[in-house]
């Protein structure tokens, strides 16, 4: 890669984001602007996949509400994401976790990471 657009990306790449990774539960906190207001929105679901690096990175974040399944994509570099809590540890053995978007209730959930 060209030397200059690295040294720009990395002025933009994010350094204090939290560690995560598939199967975790996280709370994202992104900014949002209504006309002149601007307020914060909170968005927990579990990460079904991550994609792209450097600050190209993006996350897919699935939540239920109201039963129905309702994803977000992430890029992890934005300005308007302001936090990333990881709420729950989850056991993943695959890179995407596509295969929740057919599941209901609690099989749609995935195990609990043994932490030591």
């Known amino acids: 890669m060209n030397e200059k657009v690295r ?11 939290a560690e995560f990774s598939i199967g975790d539960t996280v709370r994202v906190h992104v900014r949002i602007r ?6 914060t929105q909170a968005f927990e ?5 991550r994609q792209g690096n450097g600050s190209n990175e993006t996350f897919t974040v699935r939540r239920v509400a109201s039963g129905i ?5 992430f ?3 934005s300005p308007n994401v302001q ?3 990881v709420t729950r540890r989850g056991k993943a053995r695959r890179a995407k976790l596509y295969y929740l978007r057919k599941r209901t209730g609690k099989s749609a959930k995935t195990k609990a990471k043994d932490i030591q």
Not at 34 to 39: A, D, L, Q, T, Y
Not at 45 to 49: D, K, Q
């Open 7 to 17: 040294e720009i990306e990395q002025r933009y790449r994010r350094t204090d984001a």
């Open 34 to 39: 209504e006309g002149e207001k601007e307020r």
């Open 45 to 49: 679901g579990t990460v079904l996949s």
């Open 69 to 73: 399944g309702v994803e977000r994509i």
């Open 75 to 77: 890029p992890l570099s």
């Open 83 to 85: 936090s990333i809590v």
